[in-house]
C-alpha cells in the first residue's frame, strides 16, 4: 500500500489506534490548545483505552508529547482512561486540570443489560508544568459512579461548564459537569419530542460525549446540547446498502445537535427540546467542544472513525483513525427568508423560524465551519483552478465540466454556485477521479431530495472496503426582496466546501452543513480530475466562482 499517498497531512493521525478526543482547551498562559484523544499505545484496534496529549498554537500544527500522558492502572481505571473534558483555566491558575471517566470493570454495553454499576466513574488528573507531564489526582475518584436510584444504559464522558441560565434558574453561580448516558426502559432523556427523521435525526437509546455550550448572536442566545446518540434507528442509505458479509458492520450511532430550553422542576433541571438536527452528516463521532478564550469561540474536535475497512486492511496502514479539521459552532440567523426549496419551513425542524413584520421569516439554527486557521495553508499550496462564471452544462447523460487536476493527496475546493431551484434538479462534483471515470467520488447537492450525498461506490474497488454512502439532509432558502416594483423571491446561492485529505473528505455547505467520512481511493496514476456536472435543464447551474488550492500540507510532529 502505498502509505505515503493515503494518510492525512492536515488531520492528526498517530502510528496506533484514535478515538475520542478529548479535554480540548485554551491555556491563556502558554498560549496554546491542549488536546487529548484515547488510543492504543501499541496497537492499531480498540485495547487497553489510555490519553496521548497533543498541543497547538494554531489549531492546525499539532505537536505531541512523549509517550501516553494517562495510562490505565490504578483500581478505580484498572480498565481505561475514557474521554473527559478540562477545568477551563485562566491567567492565574498554575495547573491545568482534567476530569475523565475511569473504568474499572470491561465489558459494558448498553445492549447487553443489566449494566453494571459503578462501572465507570470520575477522575481527575493535573499538570503542573504547562501540559508537559500529567499526575493523577490522590483523591481520586472523585465520583465512584452513577446514582444510586437509577439503572443506567451508560455513564461516562463528563463535560464540564459555566450555565448562565442555570445560574439564574438556580440562584447561584458555579460550575456544572454534564455526565451522558441513559436510563434503562426510558431511553436518552426525558422531555423529547422528535416526529421527524428527516431533518432532526434519531436521538438513540444511550448518548455519549454530551456538551452544552451557550451560543449567542447579537442579542439572541441558545442553549445547545451537542450529543453523540448511539443505537435505535440505523439510517436508510447505510442500511439498505449490501455490504461485502466479511466487513464488519457500521456502529449505529450519529453526531447531534438540538437547542432547548433550561427549567427546574423541583431540584431536577430539564432541557425542554424546541429545535434539532444533524451536526455531522457523516461517519464523525465523539464530539468534544470548548469555548476559546482568546477569540470567544465554540471550537469543536471529532473523531474520524475507519468503521468502513477489515482489521486486516487496518493493520496493513500505519494509522487507525484521525482527529477531524476542528469546527466552530456558532448560531446561525438568517433574515428575509421567504421559504425553503422544497420542505415548508415548519416542517424543518433543525431551523427556528419567527416571523417578522414584512411577512418574511428570521431562522435560527446551529452553524457549523472549519475554523478559520486552515485558511491559512492556501498560501503554501498551489491554486490550480480560479474560474469565474462558469455555465455548467446541464444533462441527464453524464457530461462533466473539468475544472482542474490534482497532483498531491491533500487539497480544498470552495465554489459559489448559482442555481435555478425550478429547473435544476442536481449539481456537483465528481473528485479523485481517472481519465476515463472508471474512478470517481461524487459529491451531490439533490434538489429535489434537498439532501448532499458523497457517493464512494466508483472510489476503489479493494475487497477489504466498504463502498457505502454518506448523506445528510440540506436546504437552500428563498429570500424576499422588496426592492423593486414587484416583491420577488431571490434563492441563496450554494457555497459549498471540500477538503480533500488522502483518506479522509470532509464536506461544508452554508455554513450550516456538515459532512465527514473515509474515501479510500486505490493507488493509479496521479493527477486526478475535478469536475462539475448538473442535471437539469439547460442553464440551471452557473459557478459564479470556484477555486481549489493543491498540495496543502501540515507536518506534524
Known amino acids: 500500500m502505498d502509505s505515503e499517498y493515503t494518510r492525512p497531512s492536515l488531520h492528526f493521525t498517530t502510528a496506533s489506534w484514535i478515538d475520542d478526543p478529548c479535554t480540548p482547551g485554551y491555556d491563556p498562559a502558554t498560549g496554546l490548545y491542549h488536546l487529548f484523544y484515547q488510543c492504543n499505545p501499541p496497537g492499531k484496534e480498540w485495547e487497553s483505552m489510555s490519553w496521548s496529549h497533543i498541543t497547538s498554537k494554531d489549531l492546525i500544527f499539532w505537536t505531541s508529547s512523549t509517550g501516553p500522558a494517562l495510562i490505565l492502572g490504578e483500581p478505580y481505571d484498572c480498565d481505561g482512561v475514557f474521554t473527559g473534558c478540562m477545568v477551563s483555566p485562566n491567567r492565574n491558575q498554575r495547573s491545568l486540570k482534567a476530569i475523565y471517566s475511569s473504568v474499572r470493570h470491561l465489558p459494558f454495553h448498553r445492549s447487553t443489560p443489566p449494566y453494571p454499576r459503578n462501572t465507570a466513574g470520575l477522575a481527575m488528573a493535573e499538570s503542573t508544568d504547562g501540559g508537559k507531564t500529567w499526575m493523577k489526582y490522590s483523591g481520586n475518584p472523585i465520583l465512584l459512579g452513577e446514582p444510586d436510584d437509577v439503572q443506567v444504559t451508560g455513564f461516562r464522558d463528563p463535560f464540564l461548564a459555566e450555565w448562565p441560565v442555570l445560574h439564574h434558574l438556580r440562584g447561584h453561580d458555579c460550575l456544572y459537569d454534564l455526565v451522558a448516558g441513559g436510563t434503562q426502559g426510558h431511553g436518552p432523556t426525558a422531555f423529547l419530542y422528535s416526529p421527524s427523521q428527516k431533518w432532526p435525526g434519531n436521538f438513540g437509546v444511550n448518548w455519549e460525549c454530551v456538551n452544552l455550550p451557550t451560543l449567542k448572536s447579537k442579542s439572541d442566545t441558545r442553549m445547545c446540547l451537542i450529543l453523540g446518540a448511539e443505537g435505535d434507528v440505523e439510517r436508510c442509505h447505510i442500511q439498505n446498502f449490501e455490504s461485502r458479509p466479511h466487513i464488519p458492520p457500521r456502529t449505529t450511532r450519529s453526531l447531534l445537535w438540538m437547542f432547548g430550553n433550561l427549567r427546574m422542576e423541583g431540584k431536577l433541571v430539564c432541557l425542554d427540546y424546541t429545535h434539532g438536527g ?97 485558511n491559512r495553508q492556501h498560501s503554501s499550496g498551489n491554486h490550480v483552478c480560479q474560474e469565474r462564471d462558469v455555465s455548467v452544462h446541464s444533462s441527464t447523460v453524464g457530461e462533466n465540466l473539468t475544472l482542474c487536476w490534482t497532483s498531491f493527496p491533500s487539497w480544498e475546493l470552495e465554489a459559489t454556485v448559482a442555481l435555478d431551484g425550478m429547473r435544476c434538479r442536481e449539481f456537483g462534483f465528481h473528485i479523485r477521479h481517472n481519465s476515463d471515470m472508471s474512478i470517481c467520488t461524487t459529491v451531490t447537492f439533490s434538489l429535489q431530495q434537498e439532501q448532499i450525498s458523497v457517493n464512494k461506490e466508483k472510489s476503489t474497488y479493494h475487497e477489504d472496503v466498504r463502498n457505502c454512502p454518506e448523506a445528510g439532509p440540506f436546504t ?82
Not at 446561492?493 to 485529505?501: E, P, V, Y
Open 278 to 374: 444533524y451536526l455531522e452528516c457523516g461517519s464523525l463521532y465523539a464530539a468534544n467542544s470548548f469555548v476559546d478564550r482568546a477569540t470567544e469561540r465554540n471550537i469543536m474536535h471529532a473523531w474520524v472513525p475507519e468503521e468502513n475497512i477489515t482489521a486486516s486492511y487496518a493493520k496493513s496502514k500505519e494509522w487507525n483513525g484521525a482527529i477531524a479539521i476542528p469546527r466552530e459552532v456558532f448560531l446561525l440567523s438568517i433574515p428575509n427568508v421567504a421559504r425553503a426549496l422544497r420542505s415548508p419551513l415548519a416542517d424543518i425542524e433543525s431551523v427556528e423560524s419567527v416571523l417578522d413584520r414584512d411577512g418574511s421569516s428570521t431562522i435560527h439554527t446551529l452553524g457549523v465551519r472549519p475554523v478559520q486557521e486552515i
Open 476 to 557: 437552500l432558502f428563498y429570500f424576499s426582496d422588496r426592492t423593486g416594483a414587484e416583491p420577488q423571491e431571490v434563492l441563496e446561492t450554494l457555497r459549498i466546501r471540500i477538503i480533500s485529505d488522502a483518506d479522509v473528505l470532509e464536506v461544508f455547505a452554508n455554513g450550516r452543513f456538515a459532512l465527514g467520512t473515509t474515501v479510500y481511493s486505490p493507488r493509479y496514476s496521479r493527477p486526478t480530475g475535478i469536475s462539475a456536472f448538473s442535471i437539469g435543464e439547460q442553464g440551471c447551474a452557473s459557478i459564479e466562482g470556484v477555486d481549489v488550492w493543491d498540495r496543502l500540507f501540515v507536518s506534524q510532529e
